[in-house]
């Protein structure tokens, strides 16, 4: 009985740790993310926008796939600090405003994130529904997730 349970937990590991990341465009992401789903993918996109992390996020930078990170039609990468400090080293990148119009190559989980854009979330009952978002975020917190091409 013992060896049958921990077969049945190293099986379980095993199926947890191997993930398969899908080449999909960004359209497709975020048409699954839209439907609350999460993406394992590797896509690769030109950079429209970027920023800054400030407060909580600071040292974080974002890249976009579209011009506003606030449409539901941009794909959103998230680098932590740590990739942040190590992509500067690695590409001689001063700032993240060297990265728009750049095109790279990113592997991760695409994540539907919602966001309300009036006053008011979570709202009481008894008004209408306020207008909200879904962003699609991707986190990438290891350099070897990034390429520039």
């Given at each position: 009985?013992i060896k049958?349970?921990?077969?049945?937990s190293?099986?379980?590991?095993?199926g947890?740790?191997?993930?398969?990341?899908?080449?999909?465009?960004?359209?497709?992401?975020?048409?699954?993310?839209?439907?609350?789903?999460h993406?394992?993918v590797?896509?690769?996109?030109?950079?429209?926008?970027?920023?800054?992390?400030?407060?909580?996020?600071s040292?974080?930078?974002?890249?976009?796939s579209?011009?506003q990170?606030?449409?539901?039609?941009?794909?959103?990468?998230?680098?932590s600090?740590?990739?942040?400090?190590e992509?500067?080293?690695?590409?001689?990148?001063?700032?993240?405003?060297e990265?728009?119009?750049?095109?790279?190559?990113?592997?991760g989980?695409a994540?539907?994130k919602?966001?309300c854009?009036?006053?008011?979330?979570?709202?009481?009952?008894?008004?209408?529904?306020?207008?909200?978002?879904?962003?699609?975020q991707?986190?990438?917190?290891?350099?070897?997730?990034i390429?520039?091409?």
């Amino acid at each position: 009985m013992i060896k049958f349970i921990i077969a049945l937990s190293a099986f379980a590991i095993l199926g947890c740790t191997n993930v398969t990341y899908n080449e999909m465009p960004v359209e497709d992401i975020i048409a699954k993310t839209t439907r609350n789903m999460h993406v394992w993918v590797t896509t690769e996109f030109k950079v429209e926008s970027t920023g800054k992390g400030s407060s909580q996020d600071s040292g974080k930078w974002f890249l976009n796939s579209g011009t506003q990170y606030r449409s539901s039609q941009s794909l959103n990468v998230h680098l932590s600090a740590q990739v942040v400090a190590e992509l500067k080293k690695q590409y001689e990148i001063e700032d993240v405003a060297e990265l728009q119009n750049r095109t790279i190559r990113v592997k991760g989980t695409a994540n539907p994130k919602k966001f309300c854009i009036k006053m008011g979330c979570p709202i009481p009952i008894a008004r209408k529904a306020p207008r909200m978002y879904i962003q699609t975020q991707l986190i990438i917190e290891n350099i070897d997730n990034i390429k520039l091409l």
